[in-house]
């Protein structure tokens, strides 16, 4: 297989910690992507022209995030990303969904902020904001669910997804004291962090 990503992408990071803890990393060639550039083949793989892409040893191509995470959980790893009860599936499902929601509103604001500063627009940057920070509260009073660091608990899709959001938005981000007023979140993630699938994709880490 071969996952099409970029070392700071927080989508393509969610991919390789699941990889990771799935213990099916060593499967996947992971090849530095510039999704803007033409020439690489990422957009005859992907129309929308973004990372990550995966493409699976049969050649068919995969994406986005949400889809290549579960299909290698239940494709090719052991399923151990999402729980068998249905209510708790659904719930790691709509936890994975909103720490997703809040890195999309974070990436909005990043995106305008590169803009030039004549053409950028303060009520857009204050909206993603806002949502932000909704979404981060949100994932504070979820945070008792996340797991932790221990090898005795696996991850899954919700706290691998909630432990890249939150790092993420504190190295795009770092004007803002995001965990200041959310102490919970904090500390799972401080803890979340420490798992070697957090430690070797931290954000500018070499593929």
Known sequence: MKLYCSANSPYARKVRVAA????IISRIEVIDTNARDPNT???ALNPLAKIP???TDAGEAIYDSPIICEYLNEAIGDGSLLPAGDGERWR?????ALADGVMDAGMAVRLENLR???ERSPAWIEKNLATVARGLDALQEASPLFRGK????????????AGCCV???LFRHPEH???GSRPGLARWHEDFSSRPSMRDTAPGQPL
């Not at 790691?92 to 994975?96: D, N």
């Not at 221990?150 to 997804?161: F, R, T």
């Open 20 to 23: 990771i803890e799935l213990g």
């Open 150 to 161: 221990s090898p005795e608990k696996p991850a899954d899709l919700a706290s691998i997804a």
């Open 92 to 96: 790691v499902r709509t936890l994975t």
């Open 41 to 43: 083949g990422l957009w």
């Open 53 to 55: 892409a995966l493409t």
């Open 167 to 169: 790092a993420w938005i």
């Open 177 to 179: 004291d995001w965990l």
């Open 116 to 118: 030039p500063e004549t």
